[in-house]
C-alpha cells in the first residue's frame, strides 16, 4: 500500500511546476491517435457478443424506421406525381375540346370532323 507524507507548499509548487513543464511539451502531443486506431480500442473494450446484438439492434431500429416514417413519404410522392399527372391529361383533353369548339383561339391545328348525315 501506499504511502503517505505531508510536504511543505514549496515542494508542492516546485513538483506542480514541474508537472507543467512535463505536460506543456511538444513530444507529449506527437504522439496523437488516428480515428481508426481509436475506433480498434472501442472495438476491444466492448466484447463481440454485445457489438453482434447492438448491430442487429441498429439493423432492426434502421429497416423498422425506413417501413414506418421513409415508405409512406416514397407512397406520398408517388401519389402526388400521379395526381399531377392526372391533372395534365385533364388540361389536355379540355384544350382539344375548345379547340374543335374555336379553332381560331387555339394554337393547335384545325381539325375537320365530318358533319352527321341525318
Known sequence: MGKIEEISEEEARKISEEQLETVSSDEDWEDVETFEEKFEALKE??????????????????????IFVVLPVLFFAEEENHFEEQLQEHKERLKRQRSLLHPDLYDLPKVDIPAPHF
Not at 473494450?45 to 425506413?66: C, E, H, Q, V
Open 45 to 66: 473494450l466492448i466484447p463481440f457478443t454485445i457489438r453482434k446484438t447492438f448491430s442487429g439492434t441498429a439493423a432492426w431500429f434502421l429497416s423498422s424506421t425506413a
